[in-house]
């Protein structure tokens, strides 16, 4: 027989489950069809080839229905944006996780091993997140302006999340004496750009295949970053080891 259940005190609040209607559901569903559909388009014909018509065309829906949802291409470029920062901060928080568990060594080495696991994690979204990666490359690489100031706002708090994540792994390799003191900011957004240039690299090896893999260029680049922010040679390189390791 099952244990039986102890009696909620009455001052315990009983958590309630959330109960969704059918209606809810289908809406989730639809917004999530709508969501996914953009992406493709975008991936096919870039932000100014997607429109609110060509996507409900594409679903097989007349154009209301999208707007009902979706009222301008600007909030669904945003919603988008907000899709595709979600899901490569999913991806960072759940692989960053189960790689920390592995590592073992100082403080140093792990905090070390943790920002080169991070930028694997990065160079690797081309293939792990093909329009995820596509509509942030997209977004917020490229200099012209694709989204309203008020829609930005309201994707800030998601982006800052993810650089934040990276952000504390350098907090914390200054306070092991993995690096010199220096501004955690700086170093995110510095780590970022090296990455996310690396990852560009790609377009070239298609004209000079004999280019390096920009995986490789962006794990060496990422690693003179890491030795100009003061981390010991000796510290880094076992640090790659537990990187590596099974």
Not at 81 to 97: C, K, N, P, S
Not at 163 to 183: D, K, N, Q, R, Y
Request: proline letters at 7%; a positive charge; hydrophobic letters at 45%.
């Amino acid at each position: 027989m099952p244990p039986a259940r102890t009696p909620a005190r009455a001052d315990e609040k009983v958590p309630v489950p959330e109960v969704r209607s059918g209606r809810a559901i289908r809406r989730e569903a639809l917004v999530t069809a709508m969501i996914d559909g953009a992406m493709d388009l975008v991936r096919e014909g870039g932000i100014e080839g997607l429109t609110l018509q060509k996507l409900a065309k594409s679903l097989g829906y007349v154009a209301t229905a999208v707007y009902r949802y979706f009222p301008s291409k600007d909030a669904l470029v945003a919603a988008l944006q907000r899709t595709a920062v979600g899901q490569i901060q999913q991806q960072f928080a759940a692989e960053l996780g189960a790689r920390a568990e592995r590592f073992q060594g100082t403080p140093a080495s792990r905090d070390l091993a943790s920002l080169l696991a991070a930028a694997e994690i990065y160079l690797d979204l081309p293939a792990t997140q093909p329009k995820s990666f596509y509509l942030v490359a997209v977004l917020l690489g490229d200099p012209q302006i694709h989204l309203s100031d008020e829609e930005s706002l309201r994707t800030a708090p998601m982006l800052r999340a993810l650089l934040e994540s990276i952000a504390a792994i350098f907090v914390s390799a200054t306070t092991t004496g993995a690096l010199e003191a220096g501004s955690a900011e700086e170093r995110t957004l510095a780590f970022w750009a090296t990455l996310h240039g690396a990852t560009c690299l790609e377009k070239a090896r298609r004209v000079v295949p004999t280019l390096p893999a920009s995986k490789d260029v962006g794990m060496v680049a990422v690693k003179a970053l890491l030795r100009g922010w003061g981390a010991p040679p000796a510290v880094l390189a076992a640090a790659a080891r537990k990187r590596k390791s099974p």
